[in-house]
């Protein structure tokens, strides 16, 4: 069985910086794509970021110069570095795993507020 666990939410101030982590156990098929996405209240959910297994990345224009994926493939962690964090930035991050089949973590919440 699949699980992801996210770990790193929390408050942070405008402009400030945060560090999410995921961990992928009980894959047992080849991960295509490691990713985060996220859920602001009343909002639909939205990619963040992405990475493939060759390390292609890919963000909406909303975070791209803020935020940074990367991967282990080997631990099959990946994190997410915002920087420059804004109000609009919070919401529910969801660490998503794909395999062939679609996978996600239960969230976890960041907050940007002074």
């Known amino acids: 069985q699949v699980r992801l666990v996210e770990s790193g939410g929390g408050l942070v101030q405008p402009g400030g910086s945060l560090r999410l982590s995921c961990t992928a156990s009980g894959v047992t098929f080849r991960i295509e794509t490691m990713g985060w996405y996220r859920q602001a209240p009343g909002k639909e959910r939205e990619l963040v970021a992405q990475i493939t297994s060759t390390g292609s990345t890919n963000y909406p224009d909303s975070v791209k110069g803020r935020f940074t994926i990367s991967r282990d493939s080997v631990k099959n962690t990946v994190n997410l570095q915002m920087n420059s964090l804004k109000p609009e930035d919070t919401a529910v991050y969801y660490c998503?795993?794909?395999?062939?089949?679609?996978?996600w973590g239960k969230g976890t919440l960041v907050t940007v507020s002074s």
């Open positions: 998503n795993c794909r395999t062939g089949l679609n996978y």
